[in-house]
């Protein structure tokens, strides 16, 4: 399908073309809701797996401050472009 629809649209130009505008529409949105969530998904879960180590992550409000502070990084990441993503998963 990629190769019929040269443009950068993913699901959402396939869908569209295959259901309509308001089907490509929900696509878009379920498809950024999803990866909304799994984005989120990975730093709860990271910091969860260090609380026996640090034991100031078992107050869940700190918890939820680390969470939120590693998503904004990560996402500072992912906005700085691909280059210092790779450099950073290396590094990692």
Do not use: Q
């Not at 629809?5 to 379920?30: H, K, Q, R, S």
């Not at 700190?62 to 992912?78: C, E, I, K, Q, W």
């Amino acid at each position: 399908l990629a190769t019929m629809f040269p443009e950068d649209c993913g699901y959402v130009i396939w869908v569209t073309a295959a259901f309509g505008p308001y089907m490509g529409f929900l696509e878009g949105m379920l498809s950024w809701t999803s990866g909304v969530a799994d984005n989120v998904l990975y730093p709860a879960l990271f910091l969860e797996y260090l609380k026996p180590l640090i034991p100031v992550l078992h107050n869940s409000f700190l918890r939820g401050v680390a969470t939120l502070m590693l998503s904004l990084m990560l996402t500072n990441f992912a906005y700085l472009g691909l280059d210092i993503v790779g450099t950073t998963s290396v590094g990692l």
